[in-house]
T-cell receptor, first 116, second 116 residues
């Protein structure tokens, strides 16, 4: 089965708190790509990161960091010192190598609310 | 320039109307996508065009008719829609691949469609 699970439906934090969004995936393929997208209330999905299955190095981009662990099939996303502008729905997604034309397999999304 | 534009932003149509959604990208991408997104759900893939040819149709009803006039443009023609077709329609583009794109998709802001 090819599946992405984001168990946290909604998270609410106060500004400046750190928050981690969990993503667990299932795939039978040994080569695959993982993604995170942000969807603010305006509706547009914003691409954040793409990671291939052979690269388990963690990535940091400003206040954002990603922890990829193949052993637990997880690709978690941490926002450090959260800000109100981080409020959005965040989607984790998967494309297996034999991917039927680029079909993103999305998780159900985590709605993050950052309160001032 | 990572921009995908979509027009119109909002559309209200009756069940007997015919309308079209438009999408444009100037990133030189050769894969383009239509998604449908209902509230509180992840996007659902509808169609994929690769090198201006339809490569995936996710069993979408024929009242939705896609068209790719050239490598920069993607249209979605709508006819005899039902109220349950009301949703956010998102267009995306990406670099194309051989057996399908493994690259990140860049999304437009979407068209919010209401069928009355």
């Amino acid at each position: 089965a090819q599946k992405v699970t984001q168990a946290q439906t909604e998270i609410s934090v106060v500004e400046k708190e750190d928050v981690t969004l969990d993503c667990v995936y299932e795939t039978r393929d040994t080569t695959y790509y993982l993604f995170w997208y942000k969807q603010p209330p305006s509706g547009e999905l914003v691409f954040l990161i793409r990671r291939n299955s052979f690269d388990e190095q963690n990535e940091i981009s400003g206040r954002y960091s990603w922890n990829f662990q193949k052993s637990t099939s997880s690709f978690n996303f941490t926002i450090t010192a959260s800000q109100v502008v981080d409020s959005a729905v965040y989607f984790c997604a998967l494309i297996p190598i034999y991917n039927q034309g680029g079909k993103l397999i999305f998780g159900q999304g985590t709605e993050l609310s950052v309160k001032p | 320039d990572t921009e995908v534009t979509q027009t119109p932003k909002h559309l209200v149509m009756g069940m007997t109307n015919k309308k079209s959604l438009k999408c444009e990208q100037h990133m030189g991408h050769r894969a383009m996508y239509w998604y449908k997104q209902k509230a509180k759900k992840p996007p659902e893939l509808m169609f994929v065009y690769s090198y201006e040819k339809l490569s995936i149709n996710e069993s979408v009803p024929s009242r939705f008719s896609p068209e790719c006039p050239n490598s920069s443009l993607l249209n979605l023609h709508l006819h005899a829609l039902q109220p349950e077709d009301s949703a956010l329609y998102l267009c995306a583009s990406s670099q194309a691949g051989g057996t399908g794109s493994l690259y990140e998709q860049y999304f437009g802001p979407g068209t919010r469609l209401t069928v009355t």
